[in-house]
């Protein structure tokens, strides 16, 4: 029998893609991690080879790719914050997009047989009745949107032109952390709307800023499909599977299929702390939906896709324990060190929760 082959994850050091690591270990795979840890942490990738690098250094992945036999990618690496997009979009296209084609020329290089890409919601843009299906048509309506939209577009002219075979999995709202509490999400600065909920609950945050009550919603605020980071990570490896067994490539969305407004958020990590989380109302923000849910039966047909925690209180309560334990786990740390001007030891200054209708990742 041929020896097994490796799996190259690459952003496997960030919040998803090191969840997804955990998982893909727990199965018995072989995995080797490529991250320059710009947004991710050492500490996350759970027994498995970490190499620090950029997934745009075609040499480099083509190296790891031949020394560690991978014949599959899961491409996870990639700048995700919508507001930055829009400030500074060249470094999304380059980040996201270019960088995408030169994983993408090394995999032509090598014997790389299937990719799973990490795409989001965001490619929807604001569709009219706020749901999305596979077939809705892409609008995105920033850079970050943009960026992944193309690499879906390369990943599909690669794949025709005798190209590895593919699933790309469109996320919607990620949250909670591993079960077990094994690793969580550590993004410093972060714009989940569960995370930043968390913060402030701990006082890591002086508030919460909602942007937007007045939507047509039952509340009045945004209403988004959040969705348990590991049964996300299990989509990804029912998207191996798919693939192994000769499936033809694809695109899915990663949802529950239907969604919990911004207040309905709050109030579930409220009853985790025990108090209600502080916020302030705030006009809305140009460009957010006032619903935005995935159509996700197709994901559940085609991959026998069975998702384990669909239960907000849950997410609630696992991220609250997670955000408790940062502080002690070393160099995981919730903000960026310090300015060269602050004083040593002290902590950085408290930052406002900037939550939305929510982010989409």
Known sequence: MRKQRSILVTGGAGYIGSHVVLQLVEAGERVVVLDNLSTGFAEAVVDAELVVGDVGDSALVQRLLHQHDCDTVMHFAARTIVPES???????????????RNLLQACA??????????????????????????DTPPAPINPYGRSKLMSEWMLRDFAAAGGPRYVALRYFNVAGCDPQGRIGQSTREATLLVKVACETALGKRPHLSI????YATPDGTGVRDYIHVSDLARAHLDALTYLRDGGESTTLNCGYGHGYSVREVLDAVGRAHGKPVPCMECARRPGDPPTLVAEAQRIRHLLDWQPQYDDLDFIARTSLEWERRLDGLGAIRPWPMQEQEDLPGTPPPPRPAYAHGAALR
């Open 109 to 134: 290089q090598a014997d790389v047989r299937q990719i799973v890409f990490s795409s989001t919601a965001a490619v929807y843009g604001n569709p009219s009745e706020g749901r999305a299906r596979e």
């Open 211 to 214: 942007f937007g009550t007045d």
């Open 86 to 100: 829009v400030a500074d979009p060249l470094r999304y296209y380059g980040n996201n997009t270019c960088a995408t």
